[in-house]
């Protein structure tokens, strides 16, 4: 796949001299899934708002389709596509308008029949003519997706498009992301929850401190940098760990009939054979073995805690 | 040129005029028809003419430029201010605009609002005073001259503005002195020598007197001094504004 967005050492820094985004490097490939997940100040939605536009930034380029943002804008802005964090939204206005009005700002013809087709497939028709103040808070997120996808873009960028939704709306959102990941759309995401990272994307990319930690797709993420984590389960209950065993910094469970031992996929030696040697020769009978994939949320709280230590030592 | 997009702000802020018509025409139109009743009839019966006009329609031409002045900075001072205020203003800043198409935008809705005000207000106007244009031409000249203008200033103003309070600072401490103290309800020479020379350093006097003039060929300064005046105003919001929001001034950053 091509790279469709190439940012390439992008600094930011606000007025009050916080460096929001600290020579920031990072490619998009065409028609993934990209979610950037990171905790709050990290520089997310700075940088989506830096590519979009929205913000002024002090060095760096970034290239849209090849295009350069500044001196390109208006082939690079042309196929972009933004829903922002906020509900922001003029409230007297209709859907209807509101979205129509959308897809002229990008310079595109009007075009009631797609905008008709826009509307229904985000379950918004039957409430075309109502105005946006009247809408619930669900139904005005939708309505920020229809704007941001009123003029057919080939990128959409989502500023946390789950924050503060139930749970329903959530997953009807995951299909809607899906369905337009499968008409070509490339799709950038910003999120806090991981597993929305887990269920939709393709690659994850990590930010902390304006700076992105780690890239990589989801998958390989998971397998590279998890932990697993094995669940030995006994024939009989035992009072406490042998003191053989103590080395493995095993954990028990409150029926006293479950070891569990983590251990780290990356390194050479996972001692699960030493471990399972020991549990031999201390007698104690096995009636099970499992194993589980660390979550990509261990990860994520992994790599930011890392990357705080670093910046505390630098 | 995005066509389209400038299409689209300048209907989407005219729309908003449409959503607001009592607040847009039938306000200016019954404060006009205030005036002409109080100043025009009630104490103009009782002033003498000025420069061989009656009172009434001596005015006329002031009361137009008090309104525009004052339609055109709201107009287009809010214009702006409105999308900061809800956040909206981020997909016009993220569309393939222009920063000349963005102001085209808002300041071509404002200026239009404004025009029809002004017209409102001339057909008001003839419903109590003996109307006579001497240079229809010159008076329309003026009249968009001013409300492109004035909507430049009103966009510098909502641009600057971060909350509802500096929003009208402006227009309430300054614009609207200026007006009143600008010869619009009378010639500055009524006044003492020494405010008629104080005048002279109002803005408004200048547009007010060239406006005059279209009407009726009389005026306090001379009608090039007059177009000079608001051609010098309007390049300077000009300049203002292209170094300023071309750059992000208070949006971007």
């Not at chain 1, 873009?153 to 959102?173: C, N, Q, Y």
């Not at chain 2, 003026?142 to 510098?156: E, S």
């Amino acid at each position: 796949m091509r790279e469709i967005l190439k940012i390439n050492n992008l600094t930011k820094i606000y007025k009050n001299k916080l460096k929001a985004l600290d020579h920031l490097t990072l490619n998009i490939l065409e028609g993934e899934i990209f979610a950037l997940l990171g905790p709050n100040g990290a520089g997310k939605s700075t940088l989506i708002n830096t590519i979009c536009g929205i913000l002024n930034f002090d060095q760096g380029n970034i290239t849209v389709n090849k295009f350069d943002i500044m001196k390109n804008y208006r082939q690079a802005r042309s196929i972009i596509g933004i829903v922002p964090q906020e509900l922001n939204l003029e409230a007297f206005e209709t859907i209807w308008d509101n979205v129509n009005y959308s897809r002229g700002l990008y310079g595109k013809s009007p075009n009631y029949e797609y905008i008709e087709k826009l509307l229904k497939d985000l379950s918004l028709w039957e409430k075309k003519d109502n105005k946006l103040r009247e809408l619930s808070g669900g139904m005005k997120r939708r309505v920020l997706i229809a704007k941001a996808l009123s003029h057919e873009p080939k990128i959409l960028f989502l500023d946390e498009p789950t924050a503060s939704v139930d749970v329903e709306l959530r997953k009807d959102m995951w299909e809607v992301i899906k369905r337009l990941k499968n008409k070509g759309v490339t799709i950038i995401l910003t999120t806090h929850y991981i597993d929305e990272a887990e269920e939709i994307a393709d690659r994850v990319g990590i930010i902390n401190n304006g700076k992105i930690i780690l890239v990589d797709e989801k998958e390989s993420l998971i397998k590279k940098l998890g932990q697993k984590i094995l669940k030995i389960e006994l024939a009989k209950p035992i009072k406490e760990i042998p003191k053989k065993l103590t080395s493995f910094n095993l954990k028990i469970n409150t029926e006293k009939d479950t070891l569990t031992y983590i251990y780290d996929t990356k390194g050479r030696n996972t001692g699960i054979t030493s471990l399972l040697s020991e549990i031999k020769s201390e007698g104690l009978q096995l009636k099970d073995l499992s194993t589980e994939q660390s979550s990509l949320e261990s990860i994520f709280l992994n790599l930011v805690k890392e990357s705080e230590n670093e910046l505390v030592r630098s | 040129m995005n066509w389209y997009g400038l299409r689209a702000i300048y209907l989407h802020e005219m729309d908003r005029m449409r959503r607001t018509l009592f607040q847009s025409l039938i306000s200016p139109f019954i404060s006009t028809s205030l005036y002409f009743v109080v100043f025009g009839s009630a104490i103009g019966s009782r002033i003498t003419e000025i420069e061989g006009i009656s009172y009434g329609s001596f005015i006329v031409p002031g009361m137009i430029m008090l309104t525009i002045l004052t339609q055109s900075i709201s107009n287009a001072s809010f214009g702006i201010f409105f999308p900061k205020f809800t956040n909206t203003v981020y997909e016009i800043l993220a569309a393939p605009l222009s920063s000349f198409e963005i102001i085209l935008g808002f300041v071509g809705a404002a200026a239009t609002k404004s025009l029809i005000i002004g017209i409102v207000i001339i057909c008001t106007a003839g419903f109590f005073v003996d109307l006579h244009i001497e240079h229809p031409f010159v008076m329309i000249f003026f009249l968009i001259l001013t409300c492109v203008t004035f909507a430049l200033f009103g966009f510098i103003i909502g641009m600057w503005a971060d909350n509802f309070e500096k929003l009208q600072l402006i227009p309430i401490l300054i614009i609207t002195p200026l007006v009143f103290l600008g010869g619009s309800f009378y010639s500055i020479n009524m006044l003492p020598e020494f405010w008629q020379k104080i005048s002279l350093l109002n803005p408004v006097l200048y547009l007010v007197s060239g406006f005059r003039w279209s009407f009726y060929e009389i005026a306090d300064v001379s009608i090039f001094t007059s177009l000079f005046t608001i051609l010098f105003f309007l390049l300077s919001c000009v300049i203002i504004i292209s170094y300023t929001f071309a750059k992000g001034y208070k949006i971007k950053n």
